[in-house]
């Protein structure tokens, strides 16, 4: 039996034991693999990098008291966001609007659990709080608030402002958690942060020449003196998952794997990494295509795949999102950087009419943005397979100066409200799989800036 059908067995075997298919336990099912001995880690703390969050969760049973809790939590924590919005702060519940005597404006926090496009230009949505459920209409004479309403996701939280007869909320306008515009901080040094994602070391359309060439560049061998120079100031480079491109994936993904082995695809990964000057630290996260669960958050790295990079001294691994500070030096608090994957965009280019309209997957920048606003990284439930934690890992709780993501291949520098938004190239050409999904990838793109 083909490797990757063992593995879709695996998988089905733990979903039917009600687990979570974790690498670990798809391993043992197959019960091919050799494990290496674990390797060391090295010193924790690298310099000039600290990590503020990674998250290692296992749960071994989810149960449905789980998901509604989890559910609660994140209503919870976006509706105090939203309380310290001037537009929310005098919101009541949906009980208290369906039934208070005052005429006039009202605003509620809702819950998105239902999103209906009349025929007749009516929007038709489903509001829901702690304290019961309402309709919602957006009337087809607010053109404006129409076409807001084709940004409007399932499961998003909203202050709505409106009026509320009887049982129905007559939408006039939505507000926000939105990020605050916050000043920006400067190092008194000259210091300079690489980002890149989605190496797919393994593919058969894997760039090796063209990935060799960045890291020449970070060893001071590669572009015109300016380059060089910021090459010697780069003291970090963060690598934002999908290092390898994984087995068993997607259907008949061996067909377009020239290394099957997923041991031998980390190792390959690490005979590049490696040549990446010992002064520059490498933060990495996991992806979607790395041997690990999809749920998220996702781990770190496995230390029985990746053994190699994990011995790396100057390397810290993380989870899939996480929150990383670099170059807190002196008097500097440092750069804080969001790093998460990206596997909840294709959900938003998919599901929401505004985001396609918009550019869809040429613009990672407009679904960074999107999510910024929103306070959360997959405001839908169905955008990923999170896990129901006792905190909400997806959520944006801090502002951070860099959002940095990956998983559309396709390259974006841009900022909004002083938050830098990177979307990462890619180290693999175009493959059949992402053609299907309708990714437009810009395989090995530099985008540099000195000004942000
Ligand atoms: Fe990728
Ligand atoms: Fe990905």
Not at 277 to 298: S, T, V
Not at 393 to 400: A, D, Q
Request: aromatic share 10%.
């Amino acid at each position: 039996m083909e490797i990757e059908t063992k593995r879709q067995k695996a998988i089905q075997l733990l979903i039917k034991q009600g687990q979570l298919p974790t690498s670990e336990n798809i391993a043992e099912i197959l019960g091919k693999y050799d494990v290496p001995t674990m390797p060391t880690t090295g010193p924790i703390k690298k310099p000039g990098v600290e990590v503020l969050k990674s998250y290692e969760y296992n749960p071994s049973k989810v149960t449905v008291r789980d998901f509604s809790n989890f559910f609660k939590i994140r209503y919870q924590n976006l509706k105090n966001l939203l309380f310290n919005r001037t537009e929310a702060r005098d919101a009541v519940s949906i009980h208290h609007a369906k039934n208070r005597t005052e005429k006039g404006k009202v605003t509620i926090i809702a819950m998105i659990t239902d999103i209906q496009k009349l025929s007749t230009g009516t929007v038709k949505l489903v509001l829901e709080d702690l304290s019961g459920k309402i309709t919602g209409i957006i009337s087809k004479k607010h053109t404006e608030v129409i076409e807001e309403s084709s940004f409007i996701s399932l499961d998003e939280v909203l202050a709505i402002s409106g009026s509320c007869v009887k049982d129905v909320f007559f939408v006039d306008s939505f507000v926000y958690p939105e990020i605050p515009s916050k000043p920006v901080n400067y190092s008194k040094d000259e210091a300079y942060v690489a980002f890149t994602s989605d190496l797919h070391v393994g593919s058969n359309v894997f760039l090796p020449k063209k990935l060799q060439k960045f890291i020449n560049w970070l060893n001071g061998k590669e572009g015109n003196a300016k380059l060089r120079e910021m090459a010697a100031k780069t003291k970090y480079v963060f690598v934002l998952g999908d290092i390898v491109d994984g087995v068993g994936i997607y259907p008949n993904q061996n067909t377009e794997l020239d290394v099957e082995d997923i041991y031998d695809q980390y190792r390959l990964a690490y005979e590049i990494l490696s040549q990446i000057p010992e002064d520059k630290q490498i933060i990495m996260c996991g992806g979607n295509h790395d041997a690990m669960r999809i749920a998220e958050p996702q781990p770190v790295l496995s230390k029985k795949y990746a053994a190699d990079l994990w011995q790396m001294k100057n390397i810290t691994m993380v989870s899939n999102p996480a929150i990383v500070r670099v170059h807190g030096i002196d008097d500097y608090i440092g750069l804080k950087v969001l790093m998460y994957h990206g596997y909840s965009f294709t959900y938003f280019l998919d599901k929401i009419e505004g985001l396609r309209l918009a550019g869809g997957f040429d613009r990672p920048d407009y679904v960074i943005k999107y999510l910024l606003k929103r306070r959360h990284l997959a405001p839908a439930y169905g955008a990923t397979l999170a896990l129901p934690m006792k905190i909400d890992p997806l959520m944006i709780h801090e502002v951070p100066d860099v959002l940095a993501t990956g998983h559309l291949h396709k390259a974006a520098l841009s900022k909004y409200r002083n938050t830098i938004m990177i979307s990462g190239s890619c180290w693999q050409d175009t493959t059949s799989f992402l053609e299907k999904v309708g990714m437009h990838p810009d395989p090995a793109k530099e985008l540099y800036s000195r000004t942000y």
